[in-house]
C-alpha cells in the first residue's frame, strides 16, 4: 500500500494537463477478473482501481483535472468527490468513442489543452511517476506509454494543435506506433503501466503497492489462481 506522503496534495492547481478516463459502467467492468476475484466483488475492484487512479492523478502536480467518461451512476458519485469532473459516454460507441469525446469536453471550453487519455484500472499509480510521463510527452506532439505486457496502451497524449486519436484496444500500442505517436520509453515508470485484467496483474500491482481503495477491498477479498 501507498504511504500518505506518496499521495500529495497538489502543489501546482493551475497545473498543464488535463486527463481523460474512460470507465465502463460497473456491472461489465474488468470481466476477466472475476475469475480470480469473483463475480460479486469484480464490479467493486474496478471501482476501486478507478478510484486509485483517479485520486493519484489528481495528485500529480502536472495534472490540472481529471475528466471521467461514465454511464455508471455509482462510478461516477464516487470519483466526482474525488474531485474529478464527470461526463456521460453520450456518443456510447465504445472506448476510443468515449475517449475523443472526453477530449472535445476538456477542449471545448478550454481549446489550447493538452489531453491525456490515461487508463481507469491502474490501482498502483504514483504521482510522481505519472509526472516523469507528461514532462516526456510534453516534448512532442502525440506520445503513448506501452502496458506493461507491451501489447496495449495505458496513456496517450496529444499537445495542443493535434487531436488525440485513441486507439485502444488489443494489440493498441503498435496501432499508436503506426499513427505517427511517439513511444514514451523510460525506465522506472511501472506504475502508469500496470492496468489490472486477471488476477495475477492485480497481485503484481499488489507487489507494487496499491492505493487505499483497492488495499482496504482486497485485504477482504483472498485472490483465486486465474483460471
Not at 502543489?11 to 476475484?37: H, I, M, N, Q
Given at each position: 500500500?501507498?504511504?500518505?506522503?506518496?499521495?500529495?496534495?497538489?502543489?501546482?492547481?493551475?497545473?498543464?494537463?488535463?486527463?481523460?478516463?474512460?470507465?465502463?459502467?460497473?456491472?461489465?467492468?474488468?470481466?476477466?477478473?472475476?475469475?480470480?476475484?469473483?463475480?460479486?466483488?469484480?464490479?467493486?475492484?474496478?471501482?476501486?482501481?478507478?478510484?486509485?487512479t483517479v485520486a493519484a492523478a489528481l495528485s500529480c502536480d502536472r495534472v490540472r483535472d481529471v475528466v471521467v467518461v461514465t454511464d455508471d451512476a455509482v462510478a461516477g458519485a464516487a470519483l466526482s468527490a474525488l474531485g474529478a469532473r464527470i461526463v456521460p459516454d453520450a456518443p456510447a460507441a465504445g472506448l476510443n468513442?468515449?475517449?475523443?469525446?472526453?477530449?472535445?469536453?476538456?477542449?471545448?471550453?478550454?481549446?489550447?489543452?493538452?489531453?491525456?487519455?490515461?487508463?481507469?484500472d491502474l490501482p498502483a499509480l504514483r504521482p510522481l511517476e505519472l509526472a516523469r510521463v507528461l514532462d516526456f510527452a510534453s516534448a512532442f506532439p502525440r506520445a503513448f506509454l506501452r502496458d506493461a505486457a507491451g501489447i496495449g496502451t495505458t496513456f496517450l497524449a496529444c499537445a495542443e494543435g493535434t487531436e488525440l486519436r485513441p486507439a485502444f484496444g488489443g494489440r493498441s500500442a503498435a496501432r499508436h506506433l503506426a499513427s505517427g505517436a511517439v513511444e514514451i520509453a523510460l525506465p522506472g515508470v511501472d506504475s502508469v503501466r500496470r492496468d489490472v485484467d486477471t488476477g495475477e496483474d492485480l497481485r503484481v500491482a499488489l507487489a507494487l503497492g496499491v492505493g487505499p481503495h483497492t488495499a482496504r477491498l482486497e485485504a477482504a477479498l483472498p485472490l483465486t489462481p486465474d483460471r
Open positions: 500500500m501507498r504511504t500518505e506522503g506518496e499521495i500529495a496534495t497538489n502543489t501546482d492547481p493551475a497545473g498543464t494537463w488535463s486527463l481523460v478516463v474512460p470507465l465502463k459502467p460497473l456491472a461489465r467492468a474488468k470481466s476477466r477478473l472475476g475469475r480470480a476475484a469473483g463475480e460479486r466483488s469484480r464490479p467493486r475492484l474496478a471501482l476501486a482501481f478507478a478510484q486509485d468513442a468515449a475517449l475523443a469525446y472526453g477530449a472535445h469536453a476538456v477542449r471545448t471550453p478550454a481549446p489550447g489543452s493538452p489531453v491525456a487519455a490515461l487508463n481507469a
